[in-house]
């Protein structure tokens, strides 16, 4: 029989009961002979060694040359009896395998639907994300939007806005106007300048030609003037030397 290996005890880290375990090997060993044996308990005799010892006898009874039959029917009956009574856990402990793997199935099946809608609530998860995302893009453009409705609904009423413009380019008009018209004036006045100062020039001219013409007429009339002085000077001294 395999014995179990003590891993913690009383007073170990491991906080109270000593317990033993099995590597996973070793389990499957223990079951499987547990389950050939029948030995559930350490108390008793096996099922299976009482089985044996059962069947060991009724084979002894039946190889000896005497007649003995009714020997041999009891041990035959005890035997059969005794292979009932071990036949019936086995169908129990079958009847629990087959509990055991449908239940497994079931769990299989279980942990596959888990799985499932793990995979569809990450799907939904990442789908409400992308939701959420999309709302926030979305709530800000409303908030924009609110913001720019704000804006226009403090500014004038339209028609108010249209006749302040209106007034606005009667102004511009007439600013232009004046500003042709004061374009014109000051073209005008530059014409009227530049012929004045032409006139002023020409007269200057004039002027100065004039004064030129004074200042030889004097100087010929002088130059005459003392010509005759001369001849008048001349004459009288010849008289007197008459």
Not at 44 to 73: M, S, Y
Not at 87 to 108: G, M, Q, S
Not at 130 to 153: D, G, N, P
Not at 173 to 196: G, I, M, P, Y
Request: hydrophobic share 35%; with cysteine.
């Amino acid at each position: 029989m395999l014995k179990p290996r003590k891993v913690s005890g009383r007073g170990e880290t491991t906080g109270g009961a000593a317990h033993y375990a099995f590597g996973a090997l070793e389990d499957d060993m223990i079951i499987k002979h547990r389950l050939l044996t029948r030995t559930t308990t350490t108390r008793g005799e096996p099922p299976l060694k009482k089985l044996q010892k059962k069947f060991t006898a009724f084979a002894l009874e039946t190889e000896k040359d005497a007649e003995n039959f009714a020997d041999c029917e009891r041990l035959a009956k005890a035997f059969l009896q005794e292979l009932k009574t071990f036949e019936l856990p086995l169908v129990k402990t079958k009847a629990v395998i087959d509990a055991n793997v449908r239940e497994k199935e079931n769990f299989n099946e279980l942990n596959d639907e888990i799985n499932r809608k793990i995979v569809e609530a990450q799907d939904d998860i990442e789908d409400l994300k992308r939701q959420l995302e999309e709302s926030k893009v979305e709530r800000k453009h409303k908030e924009e939007c609110e913001t720019i409705r704000k804006l226009i609904a403090a500014q004038q009423p339209r028609y108010e806005t249209q006749k302040l413009i209106n007034e606005l380019e009667k102004e511009i008009a007439a600013l232009e106007a004046e500003n042709t018209a004061s374009s014109r004036t000051l073209e005008l006045r530059k014409k009227q300048f530049a012929l004045l100062l032409h006139v002023v020039d020409e007269l200057q001219n004039t002027i100065e030609e004039e004064q030129k013409s004074m200042v030889e007429e004097m100087r010929m009339a002088m130059y005459e003037n003392k010509n005759i002085v001369e001849d008048v000077a001349g004459s009288s001294e010849a008289m007197a030397i008459d």
